[in-house]
T-cell receptor, first 116, second 112 residues
Framework: GESVGLHLPTLSVQEGDNSIINCAYSNSASDYFIWYKQESGKGPQFIIDIRSNMDKRQGQRVTVLLNKTVKHLSLQIAATQPGDSAVYFC???????????????FGKGTKLSVIP | EAQVTQNPRYLITVTGKKLTVTCSQN?????MSWYRQDPGLGLRQIYY???????DKGDVPEGYKVSRKEKRNFPLILESPSPNQTSLYFC???????????FGQGTRLTVV
């Protein structure tokens, strides 16, 4: 079946640097993508989302880029802080159930470690 | 406070003993889902519900049941748990199809 995956399982960055977390997806018909952050012992927490009719969306210190040509999604975190250390998941809303379905497929996650 | 509440947070049970994990949200959300999270496999959707009395299978529905008799509650039922259902379970809710999902704190289930 279709799947959403991540290029790198772990990423270490220096505090203050920018972080880029990548995600490749294979369902070219997906129309909604989300990034989640999961801290140890907690449930996933929404960071930012993007619809397929956009190629860039910015939030507070975060930017999501969507490249539909190569089916690639990335999350950029500016001025990374120790509190950003967590596992980051991309998720894709699949269309297996039709336009009104709510089947989310998650990637396996990237662990971001921020070095003080 | 807007939240998704799961109970229990931790559960150890024996093979074959029926159990229910409850999930409740106070945001009047229509969409609710259950996921399991396993090392190396990420989050996989078990079942989801788009409204009261409307449920559908996710990627890994075998061995699970759900019900949606009222909007706020979406219990996950394991009729005959097996050790391969040992996992971390998350419930989530969202207002619409293309809106952010709010997750509960998780339920760590061990089946021996």
């Amino acid at each position: 079946g279709e799947s959403v995956g991540l290029h790198l399982p772990t990423l270490s960055v220096q505090e203050g640097d920018n972080s880029i977390i990548n995600c490749a997806y294979s369902n070219s018909a997906s129309d909604y993508f989300i990034w989640y952050k999961q801290e140890s012992g907690k449930g996933p927490q929404f960071i930012i989302d993007i619809r397929s009719n956009m190629d860039k969306r910015q939030g507070q210190r975060v930017t999501v880029l969507l490249n539909k040509t190569v089916k690639h999604l990335s999350l950029q975190i500016a001025a990374t802080q120790p509190g950003d250390s967590a596992v980051y998941f991309c998720a894709e809303k699949g269309l297996s159930g039709g336009a009104g379905s709510y089947q989310l497929t998650f990637g396996k996650g990237t662990k971001l470690s921020v070095i003080p | 406070e807007a939240q998704v509440t799961q109970n229990p947070r931790y559960l150890i049970t024996v093979t074959g003993k029926k159990l229910t994990v409850t999930c409740s949200q106070n945001m009047n959300h229509e969409y609710m889902s259950w996921y399991r999270q396993d090392p190396g496999l990420g989050l996989r959707q078990i079942y989801y519900s788009m409204n009261v009395e409307v449920t559908d299978k996710g990627d890994v529905p075998e061995g699970y049941k759900v019900s949606r008799k009222e909007k706020r509650n979406f219990p996950l039922i394991l009729e005959s748990p097996s050790p391969n259902q040992t996992s971390l379970y998350f419930c989530a809710s969202s207002l619409g199809v293309n809106t952010e999902a709010f997750f509960g704190q998780g339920t760590r289930l061990t089946v021996v």
